[in-house]
Nanobody, 126 residues
Framework: QVQLVESGGGLVQAGGSLRLSCAASGRTFSNYAMGWFRQAPGKEREFVAGISRSGYSTDYADSVKGRFTISRDNTRNTMYLQMNSLKPEDTAVYYC???????????????????WGQGTQVTVSS
């Protein structure tokens, strides 16, 4: 079965950096777009960044543009989220996700994704 496992979360001071990883298994990784979402306490899960199957196309939430970079290594079945200039408002549980079927564009809505990881906590202190 498809499994997505996030890692790399932790506690960091404002202005610092973290790199999240999402290791995928159970199907051909390079056939599927991928995405990162986050959910803060008391808030809905929100889109952070998405990447196409090839990795050539990406999309970002306005709140993270210029600070976060999504990438993938199809030879390692792994997706990454490099997070720089972190702010306290970036504090959340971060989830990686993948659609059920191959799609051509970069998905950005929660409903476009079917498989989800268990999440990794990112805490940014002020």
């Amino acid at each position: 079965q498809v499994q997505l496992v996030e890692s790399g979360g932790g506690l960091v001071q404002a202005g610092g950096s973290l790199r999240l990883s999402c290791a995928a298994s159970g199907r051909t990784f390079s056939n599927y777009a991928m995405g990162w979402f986050r959910q803060a306490p008391g808030k809905e899960r929100e889109f952070v960044a998405g990447i196409s199957r090839s990795g050539y196309s990406t999309d970002y939430a306005d709140s993270v543009k210029g600070r976060f970079t999504i990438s993938r290594d199809n030879t390692r079945n792994t997706m990454y989220l490099q997070m720089n200039s972190l702010k306290p408002e970036d504090t959340a549980v971060y989830y990686c996700a993948s659609p059920l079927v191959p799609i051509g564009e970069v998905p950005t809505t929660t409903g476009s994704f079917y498989y989800w990881g268990q999440g990794t906590q990112v805490t940014v202190s002020s």
